[in-house]
């Protein structure tokens, strides 16, 4: 089992920034990727971003250029930078990893992008 925490959410007026991180714990050797989704009510959760273990990234169309994942291996965390928030950002933002066992989620930040 993996379990991730996530923490950094919260309210920003737009064109503000958040940093979001994640650290994982547990069976973490068999992770081998990492990520961002985002979820609003009534809607799919969406990917936003995510690393694999060889340091590769993909983004979201709509957050390219804002948003930069990256990952710290000797804390077990990765991170999401955002900037030049939207409004449109506004959702529950999940930390995904991917190990041997499937796909594991954190319970959820919120982010709001409200002035």
């Known amino acids: 089992q993996v379990q991730l925490v996530e923490s950094g959410g919260g309210l920003v007026q737009p064109g503000g920034s958040l940093r979001l991180s994640c650290a994982a714990s547990g069976r973490i050797f068999s992770i081998t990727a990492m990520g961002w989704y985002r979820q609003v009510p009534g809607k799919q959760r969406d990917l936003v971003a995510r690393?694999?273990?060889?340091?590769?990234?993909n983004y979201a169309d709509s957050v390219a250029g804002r948003f930069t994942i990256s990952r710290e291996n000797a804390k077990n965390t990765v991170y999401l930078q955002m900037n030049s928030l939207k409004p449109e950002d506004t959702a529950v933002y999940y930390c995904w990893a991917l190990g041997r066992g499937g796909d594991y989620w954190g319970q959820g930040t919120p982010v709001t992008v409200s002035s």
């Open positions: 690393i694999t273990s060889g340091g590769s990234t």
